[in-house]
């Protein structure tokens, strides 16, 4: 008798079930119908020709200073209702080591946060030309200038120079050191390292009133000196986890952009490296931003998670719940001790690898990682670790 009525109630609740599934389901129908009805009209596209624009586009999301959603966003980022963070914000990586530099470029795990930056200038005629751009899209970035042109003996070289890094600095964006001259670090003697990292940051204080707080080693050659210098003036290194060559792809913005989104989408975000000192590279920047505002459309209309491009401070706030992951990789690494920290720093000497003479970087360096991977990244990394 106990095990029927057990039985029954069983039945019935089956029964309930299936009525608020079937009830569920016929709802998502109807919400589904609406939205195809509202997104069939037809909508001028990017180029002039029509495109079939899902309804509610949801647009590039970035956050303004007082932490709100800017017009066109809609999709709210982790934290965007919080207060922005200070900057600087605290060290992430107070022994500047490369490994961590690297690894925390990817920004917080299994998010597809963005944050932009752009090495090398500050260049007239193309960093000038960017800076509209950015602002349109309301996008922070992190510039990582370098000083020769603010002491150029050229005019109106120098002046421009000068008037763009403020405009740089006054239009949101933050600005880091990329030495003087962009020369390859772990040549150097330890003097001619430290002029080149100081002597940057007194140009950018001379013409800004404030010393940069990010640094990132041209090339990404990484050295010994380099890094005991960045710790003694507790400065954030800052590398990079998408890199489309730009500097190989001369007056070719269309490959530039195509680089840049579908590594965007391999690695679900990350710190995108261009320089501002292309024109291509330049001109690829509104393709982006076109594709990141149809792919979050879309991305909406499917639920998904949206891409969100970050400032600097709201990205490496992001980063910081990566620093679980990387001491977990670090503990692997030192075998079972995750008390002694033997990669890294104090041994790292590294000389890049192979590269071109204008752009940036190890041919590799950055990519392939999986946001949520703790990866091993460069050739110079494995130098790094003992
Ligand atoms: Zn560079």
Redesign the pocket.
């Known amino acids: 008798m106990g095990r029927r009525r057990r039985h029954q109630a069983r039945q019935r609740s089956q029964a309930l079930a299936y009525r608020a599934a079937a009830l569920l389901a016929v709802g998502a129908a109807v919400i589904t119908g609406a939205l195809m009805a509202l997104s069939s009209a037809p909508r001028p596209g990017f180029d002039g020709v029509p495109l079939r624009i899902p309804v509610l586009p949801r647009l590039l999301a970035s956050v303004n200073d007082a932490g709100q959603i800017e017009p066109l966003g809609m999709v709210i980022p982790p934290d965007a209702s919080r207060r922005p963070p200070s900057w600087p914000p605290a060290l992430l990586n107070p022994e500047a080591r490369l490994r961590w530099g690297w690894d925390l470029s990817l920004g917080r795990p299994g998010s597809r946060e963005v944050l932009f930056t752009f ?2 200038g500050p260049n007239p005629g193309t960093t000038d030309r960017l800076l509209p751009m950015l602002a349109r899209a309301n996008i922070h970035a992190a510039f ?1 200038v370098c000083g020769w042109r603010l002491e150029s003996s050229e005019e109106p070289l120098r002046t421009r120079a000068r008037q763009i890094l403020r405009d740089t600095l006054a239009a949101g964006h933050v600005i880091g050191n ?1 030495t003087v001259h ?1 020369l390859q670090l772990p040549t150097l003697t330890p003097e001619r390292v430290r002029y080149e990292i100081e002597h940057n940051a007194d140009l950018i204080e001379e013409v800004l009133g404030q010393r940069p707080h990010l640094f990132r080693p ?2 990404g050659a990484y050295s010994e000196d380099v890094r005991r210098h960045l710790v003694s003036k507790a400065n954030e290194l800052w590398m990079w986890s998408i890199d489309p060559h730009d500097y190989l792809l001369v007056n070719d913005a269309e490959s530039v952009a195509q680089r840049v989104i579908t590594n965007l989408g391999n690695h679900a975000g990350g710190t995108v490296l261009l ?1 501002d000192t292309h024109p291509w590279s330049v001109a690829a920047m509104p393709k982006i931003i076109r594709w990141l505002e149809r792919e979050n459309a879309d991305r909406e209309l499917a639920g998904r998670a949206p891409y969100v491009v970050l400032d600097p401070a709201r990205y490496m706030e992001g980063a910081r719940a990566r620093l679980p992951l990387i001491q977990a990789a670090d503990a692997l690494l030192n075998g079972s001790n995750p008390g002694r920290h033997r990669d890294a720093g104090p041994d790292a000497t590294a000389v890049e690898p192979t590269t071109g003479v204008m752009g ?1 970087g190890p041919v590799d360096a950055g990519v392939a990682m999986d946001a949520a991977m703790p990866p091993a990244r460069t050739p110079m990394d494995a130098g790094a670790r003992d």
């Open positions: 090495d090398d990582f990329h962009h041209p090339y320089h940036e």
